[in-house]
Every structure is written in structure tokens, then in C-alpha cells.
């Protein structure tokens, strides 16, 4: 059982610790803040010209050496690329490269030269329609066939059945004169004003 008397605490094996209270740390000391703030505020108001003309001196000495230290910082990266070249796998990726690209023009050459063909049979084919189409002129069957789906097979001397007009929906019928069908017809009244003396 434990017992708590003024700081010290009990316990039942008989041995008294001491309560020791720690210090909140995550609140600073006001008066640590205080005094650098005087110290720094005294350098500044005492040195104050003499540090700004320094930084403003370094400043323009890192502006001025700024180009030989970039070039001093890739000459040494190039000396580790050299150290860490290795001619030998180089030469793999440059041929696998090259591999990699004589396989795409090969494929390009393909496709171009399909490309080509196609065209060549496209003008072939039409090329043979217009001597075709002249022919027919010259036999006096016209230039341009308007039944070129029923056509007569000149091979075998037979002719494709023609087909056959759409029947009307009611003989001597016009909707657009009105002649014809029932006397359900529509007639305008007439143009005519009422006629009278007067």
C-alpha cells in the first residue's frame, strides 16, 4: 500500500522514495530570450555597417566564383563517370541500340513499301475502269452505265432480273391535285368576298 506524505512516497517493501517534481522543459526561460535579444541587438547597433558591408562582399564573391565552381564540380563528376566507364558495356548498349533501330526502319521499309502497293492496284484498278468505261463509249452503250449493277454478262449473254416498280397505295389517287379517292377530299372555300348590293 502506498502512502504519500508530504513529498516522499511509501511503498509496502519499506523503502521511501522521493517525490521529485520535474521541470516543464518545453516552456523556455523568458529571460534567455531576453538577453540574446540585448546581445544581438547591441552587436547590431555597434557593428551594424560592418556586417551588412561584409555580406554584401560575400555576396558578390560567391556571384564571381560561382562559374569556377560549377565547373570544378563537373570535372569532377566527369572524372568518376571516366573512373566507373567501362568500355565494354558501352559498346553492348550502343549495338543494342543500333540493333533496336535497324529492326524499326526494316519495319517502316515493310509497311512503306505495302503502302505502295496498295496505291499501285488502286490506280490500276481505276485506270482499268476508265478504259473500260471507254469502250463502252465506243460501242455506243454510254459513258457512264446508270445500271452498273445490272449489267448484262456479255460472257454468258444473260441479263440480271430487273426489279419490279412499287405498286400504288390506290390507283388515280393524287394528294397534290386531289383527283381521284373518295369524297373525303379537301377543297378551299372560295376566294370570293360575300357578293351583295349595298
Known amino acids: 500500500m502506498e502512502e504519500q506524505q508530504g513529498g516522499v512516497i511509501g511503498d509496502e517493501g519499506g523503502q521511501w522514495v522521493e517525490d521529485v517534481a520535474h521541470p516543464d522543459l518545453s516552456q523556455k526561460d523568458p529571460t534567455i530570450v531576453q538577453d540574446t535579444y540585448k546581445i544581438v541587438r547591441?552587436?547590431?547597433?555597434q557593428y551594424g555597417w560592418l556586417v551588412l558591408f561584409v555580406?554584401?562582399?560575400l555576396m558578390y564573391l560567391k556571384s564571381k566564383l560561382n562559374p569556377y565552381l560549377e565547373q570544378y564540380r563537373r570535372k569532377r563528376e566527369n572524372a568518376t563517370n571516366q573512373a566507373s566507364y567501362n568500355p565494354d558495356v558501352a559498346l553492348s548498349r550502343q549495338e543494342a541500340m543500333e540493333q533496336a533501330r535497324l529492326r524499326m526502319q526494316q519495319r517502316q521499309d515493310a509497311l512503306a513499301a505495302q503502302y505502295a502497293e496498295e496505291q499501285r492496284k488502286r490506280e490500276e484498278a481505276k485506270r482499268q475502269e476508265k478504259i473500260d468505261e471507254w469502250e463502252k463509249l465506243q460501242k455506243g452503250k454510254g459513258y457512264h452505265s446508270k445500271t452498273k449493277g445490272h449489267q448484262?454478262?456479255?460472257?454468258?449473254?444473260?441479263?440480271?432480273?430487273k426489279p419490279q416498280p412499287k405498286k400504288r397505295l390506290r390507283d388515280?389517287?393524287?394528294p397534290m391535285?386531289?383527283?381521284g379517292g373518295g369524297s373525303s377530299r379537301w377543297r378551299p372555300s372560295p376566294r370570293g368576298g360575300a357578293r351583295g348590293g349595298g
Do not use: H, R
Not at 547591441?42 to 547597433?45: K, M
Not at 448484262?152 to 432480273?161: C, F, I, L, N, Q
Open 152 to 161: 448484262t454478262d456479255e460472257a454468258s449473254g444473260e441479263s440480271k432480273p
Open 172 to 174: 388515280g389517287f393524287n
Open 42 to 45: 547591441g552587436l547590431l547597433t
Open 55 to 57: 555580406i554584401i562582399v
Open 177 to 179: 391535285t386531289g383527283q
